[in-house]
């Protein structure tokens, strides 16, 4: 009896050391190309680049390897390497579909429109094939009737302590090539406390890298009252992580101001985030801000955002911010809330209503501003 104990337990022994050894079992079967792909995904791109090249280099023929470096590369917009990998995995599996589709995808970023769609022409439809077509008609049809837009905003506002009602209105112009550039005229007139200021702004925009966009700005306002004398501003966005399909990529923004107002230098930094979700159906986003008021005091802020498409054409966005504003001539911590309903009427024109409410030291304001964007 005691030896047939005695063996019992050892089964058992074995069978508990068996099951707390599996797991590590199969992280050691765990293949390179799985622990790349899982790199990549988790946006540990280099990881995942040292394990597929080393993957390639010991089993030049293996067609996954080669598509997984492809996707890691273009992921980085490394879209010359990506393009290479790519073509090497099709070289060893020329029906690989999901290389032919990451190809489409490289010939739409670099904008080879036509190349991408004769690629797409020419394999079986799926709902990834699908959608990269109409994404890349969609693109086509706004390069081809959308070289300038026009932005038109009215506004006016109410104020608690028997204050004047202000209004706004704005006018903006601006031609984008087909390259990634845009330049933009902006005119502002703004109706305050019963004076009134312009504000003239040239800016210009470009697209550095597929990673990278960034812009310059400078204007002033002439007689300025209330509005800077002078200022410039530049910013830089990137997409970060994963850029194989940049409309669903995380955002980061930075912008800088340093403008001149009559009662002195007032100097800005915006730091931001965005990021979509569900298709672009919902995005979220929020910025810090840090400013040196007309006084030489650090002053800090945040805005948070988000928006939501509740139809087709149809997009809610809500906005609340905590923040320093420099619009009287001086600067001040406002507290504020948007409520804004954008409604596209065609691929061309679109408008959007916005519901504004703001807390600040002296005052509150209520307004409400009305804009439409129209481009030919």
Same mark, same amino acid.
Not at 134 to 153: F, G, H, M
Not at 311 to 325: G, N, V
């Given at each position: 009896m005691a030896a047939l104990w005695g063996k019992q337990v050892f089964i058992a022994s074995a069978l508990l050391g068996y099951a707390a050894a599996a797991p590590f079992a199969v992280a050691e079967e765990k293949s390179r190309i799985d622990q790349a792909t899982e790199a990549r995904l988790d946006g540990r791109f280099d990881d995942a680049e040292a394990l597929l090249l080393a993957e390639t280099s010991e089993y030049p023929e293996n067609a996954d390897a080669w598509l997984q470096l492809g996707l890691a590369h273009s992921a980085q917009g490394d879209f010359d390497e990506a393009r290479e990998a790519l073509n090497r995995t099709l070289q060893i599996a020329p029906d690989y579909t999901d290389a032919d589709l990451a190809l489409a995808r490289l010939d739409w970023y670099e904008g080879r429109n036509n190349a991408a769609l004769n690629r797409?022409?020419?394999?079986?439809?799926?709902?990834?094939?699908?959608?990269? &077509? +109409? &994404?890349?008609?969609?693109?086509? $049809?706004?390069?081809?009737?959308?070289?300038?837009? %026009?932005?038109?905003?009215?506004?006016?506002? *109410?104020?608690?302590?028997?204050?004047?009602?202000?209004?706004?209105?704005?006018?903006?112009?601006? !031609?984008? *090539?087909?390259?990634?550039?845009?330049?933009? %005229?902006?005119?502002?007139?703004?109706?305050?406390?019963? *004076?009134?200021?312009? !504000?003239?702004e040239g800016r210009a925009g470009s697209r550095l890298s597929p990673r990278f966009t960034g812009y310059l700005a400078a204007g002033g306002a002439p007689d300025a009252i209330f509005r800077p004398e002078w200022a410039v501003s530049t910013g830089l966005t990137a997409l970060i992580g994963d850029i194989t399909d940049p409309t669903d990529a995380l955002r980061a923004s930075a912008d800088f101001r340093y403008a001149q107002y009559p009662a002195g230098v007032v100097q800005s930094g915006k730091f931001g985030v965005a990021k979509p979700f569900a298709s672009d159906t919902f995005r979220l986003g929020g910025s810090l801000i840090l400013l040196s008021d007309e006084q030489g005091d650090t002053r800090r802020g945040y805005v948070? +955002?988000?928006?939501? $498409?509740?139809?087709?054409?149809? &997009?809610?966005?809500?906005? !609340?911010?905590?923040?320093?504003? *420099?619009?009287?001539?001086?600067? %001040?911590?406002?507290?504020?809330?948007?409520?804004?309903?954008?409604?596209?009427?065609?691929?061309? +024109?679109?408008?959007?209503?916005?519901?504004?409410?703001?807390? &600040?030291?002296?005052?509150?304001?209520?307004?409400?501003v009305v804009s439409t964007s129209v481009t030919f």
């Open positions: 797409l022409s020419g394999m079986v439809e799926t709902p990834d094939t699908i959608a990269l &077509r +109409q &994404r890349i008609e969609t693109a086509e $049809q706004t390069d081809q009737t959308s070289a300038w837009r %026009l932005d038109l905003a009215v506004g006016r506002s *109410t104020l608690t302590q028997s204050l004047p009602d202000w209004t706004e209105l704005s006018g903006a112009a601006t !031609y984008q *090539t087909g390259s990634g550039q845009s330049y933009t %005229l902006l005119v502002d007139y703004a109706d305050r406390f019963n *004076t009134s200021d312009v !504000y003239l948070l +955002q988000g928006e939501w $498409q509740a139809a087709p054409a149809s &997009r809610i966005l809500l906005t !609340y911010a905590d923040a320093p504003e *420099t619009s009287d001539g001086i600067t %001040l911590d406002v507290k504020s809330a948007v409520l804004a309903w954008r409604q596209s009427v065609s691929d061309r +024109q679109s408008f959007q209503i916005n519901l504004v409410h703001e807390t &600040r030291s002296a005052y509150d304001r209520t307004g409400i």
